[in-house]
């Protein structure tokens, strides 16, 4: 021990591994961790079939039923689609066959383990970037393993989990410089869901600015014409975003996910591409939600403007997105949470699922965010304030039956403007440590 103690060698960078690998071997806080959330949410699978079963309110979510329903179709070898409202791909169903082959539970538990996962993943990420053991299980447990929002999610039967597993990978072997394997898990990640498209622009930025020895399009010897114009900046990224590596990474994420989308047309048809991927990208949900859309959409429903203003509502998700890329894509996990909580927030539907979409990455930016402990706990009161002044109007029009669909509304656009204010604070309190992006570079 003396001699380890005064050897002059800098302490040897943890050994690599995969994204699933070697995060409760040795280390009893991270263990416990990951057996506390466990436990916590095989109870709350346990207790759901109770709730079940003894209520008129049904724990599981109305999703899981169809999910459920949907993989019965595919074992008797019909269309998932034959299922009103399965809005989702046929691999799904697919993957929850043994629901009816073996229990009807097997769902919720899948979800569960890729829940889990995703923590492992996290804790993973957080460790290459120089996190401590205690630091990056804090970080996992208090943002994720121990919050009840993705434990509700995951045992409700919710595969939003999955998502995220796959999401969490991407940028673990981006950063790892694994860029074939992340191509993979962003592929998979895309055909279960549309919204990590947007991070495509960041990704591609990331490895151009890698490849150019980290300078990116910032570095100094830029051509000066192109510093002092906007679209000379944008045209000198995408320059340099035509290298090897986002070569690679773009021919193997669109082979794969082109790769699935032939062989579930071929099965299923146009049913697949319309529920699986254009009706997420025309849809117009007139029921109420935490959008600051809905209302509009809501009365303007029968209106022949109905389908342009469904579109425009794009247009501030594409702005902000745009420029959130270019102004912090060198670190790539801080600048997908931002893309999510923004394409959240705007977002034409938003519901507390979405929540997750950008929670899952809250652990990797949390060493990032230079906050006091008051400031944190205030932004946090003030999230759960906003859902919760949304949530009684939104009761009393589903179980009362009154007519509160304008303050719904109003509700809704105060949590939008709550949750602007917390990206604004993240933003502001942001400081990169130097040894994240030393550690990243090493990889």
Known sequence: ?????????????????????????GRP??????????LARLGLVLYGLHQDGA?????????YRVFTDAARLVTEGRSPYRRATYRYTPLLAWLLTPNVYLAEVFGKLLFVVGDLAAAVVAYRALRRRGATTGR????????????PLPMAVSSRGNAEALVALLVLATLYFVEGG????????????????????????PI???????????EGAADTRSDKKAKFTFVGYLWELFVKMLNRDVLRFGTVAGSVLAALTVAFYHLYGWDFLEHAYLYHLTRRDIRHNFSPYFYMLYLTAESKWSFALGLAAFLPQLLLLLVVSVAFYRDLAFCCFLHTAIFVSFNKVCTS?????????LPIVMPSIKMSWCRGVLLLFLWFVGQGLWLAPAYFLEFKGYNTFLLIWLAGLLFLFINSLIIVQIISHYQKEAQVA??????
């Open 136 to 147: 990056a299980c804090g970080c996992c447990a208090a943002a994720w393993l121990l919050n």
């Open 353 to 361: 699922q979405y929540f997750v979409w950008y929670l899952c990455l």
């Open 438 to 443: 030393k550690k990243i570079k090493q990889q």
């Open 29 to 38: 806080g991270v263990g416990a961790a990951l057996g506390a959330a466990l």
């Open 55 to 63: 209520m008129r309110v049904r724990y599981t979510d109305v999703d």
């Open 1 to 25: 021990m003396a001699a380890a103690a005064c050897d002059p060698r800098p302490p040897r960078p943890p050994a690599p591994a995969g994204p699933c690998g070697g995060m409760a071997v």
């Open 204 to 214: 591609a930025l990331h490895l151009q600015s890698r490849r150019c020895g980290g």
């Open 178 to 201: 694994s860029v074939g394997k992340a191509a993979v898990c962003y592929g998979l990640a895309v055909h279960l869901k549309i919204y990590p498209l947007t991070y495509a622009l």
